[in-house]
């Protein structure tokens, strides 16, 4: 992410919930939200997964497979994540890389529960825009402006009152593939030093695999084609973790791995119907307790 320029992927990531929502197992995922957060022109091709309308022309159907894929990702991973923020509650709640995720405006579990949104600054502005008025279902959403790569987590989230004495539930979704080994390192240990006992960090990480980095080749080269600014230039792929190097980093700043499950897995559970499965089988959620 640049200064300057919001997240891409966010914007992804939500049209997929968009496009997901209602559709993709229904009994077990909804996200009504993402759809009004997103723009006209970002809801097209959402509409079009909706209804299965592939479009003409390589530039939509570039957009339409990549909304597509993400319908695919998002729905086991925002299931488990939201499993693991209800079945053990804390008083607070951050969302550490938030994106325009929109669980502080459509889980009603979280009434008593304060909620802190971390994000990169210019991240965090478009999303303010974007939600307008709304108004929370969560006790309090606060807005944490962080960059990752320069500022000091921890120090920003003290000064916006975070409490290291009460537990914390941190989520932290689809932002490691963003940062390299060394910031992933530094954020764990910055969560860490907050964490009282009680403490659950919910990590959705990728574990490293040659054919998904294959298939983000093609598909980053497909965007060129198309002649679309891809997406993961701004925001490229810099670090990957098999769960045996995220438990141990997890381990060492003093958590114990409660579950650690990989998306294929979580979305057989879900019976739901899978296209891709390479992006599902190495995307996993880790769930870490103090
Ligand atoms: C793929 S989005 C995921 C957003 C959200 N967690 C979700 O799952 O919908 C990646 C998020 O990571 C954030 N991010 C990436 N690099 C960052 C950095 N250096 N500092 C702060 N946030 C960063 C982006 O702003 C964006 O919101």
Redesign the pocket.
């Given at each position: 992410?640049d200064d300057g320029q919001?997240?891409r992927?966010?914007v992804?990531?939500?049209q997929g919930?968009a496009a997901a929502d209602g559709r993709l197992a229904p009994e077990r995922f909804a996200d009504p939200i993402a759809t009004q957060l997103l723009s006209p022109d970002e809801r097209v091709p959402v509409a079009q997964v909706r209804t299965g309308t592939v479009p003409h022309g390589w530039s939509a159907r570039v957009e339409y497979e990549t909304v597509r894929a993400s319908a695919e990702v998002?729905v086991p991973?925002t299931v488990a994540i939201d499993d693991a923020i209800r079945a053990r509650t804390t008083p607070q709640l951050i969302?550490?890389?938030?994106?325009?995720?929109a669980r502080a405006w459509r889980m009603p579990e979280l009434a008593d529960i304060d909620v802190s949104e971390?994000?990169?600054p210019?991240?965090?502005a478009d999303k303010r825009s974007r939600l307008g008025q709304r108004r929370p279902l969560a006790r309090s959403v606060q807005f944490v402006p962080?960059?990752?790569?320069?500022?000091r987590f921890d120090a920003a989230l003290a000064k916006a009152g975070h409490r290291a004495d009460a537990p914390t539930t941190w989520?932290?979704?689809?932002?490691v593939p963003?940062?390299t080994p060394a910031?992933v390192t530094t954020t764990v240990e910055a969560i860490a030093a907050r964490s009282a006992p009680g403490s659950r960090l919910i990590v959705?990480y990728q574990s490293p695999s040659i054919r998904a980095s294959l298939g983000r080749a093609l598909a980053i080269g497909l965007s060129v084609v198309a002649q679309q600014g891809s997406p993961w230039a701004r925001?490229p792929r810099r670090s990957s973790w098999t769960a045996a190097t995220m438990s141990r980093l997890l381990v060492r700043n003093g958590f114990s791995v409660d579950s650690d499950d990989d998306l294929l897995c979580l979305a057989r559970g879900l019976g739901m119907p899978v296209k891709e499965s390479v992006s599902l089988q190495t995307g996993r959620v880790a769930v870490a307790d103090r």
């Open positions: 992410v919001a997240s992927t966010a992804i990531v939500c919930r998002a991973r969302l550490v890389g938030a994106g325009l995720d971390v994000d990169h210019s991240s965090q962080v960059d990752f790569t320069r500022d989520v932290w979704e689809g932002v963003y940062l910031e959705n925001e």
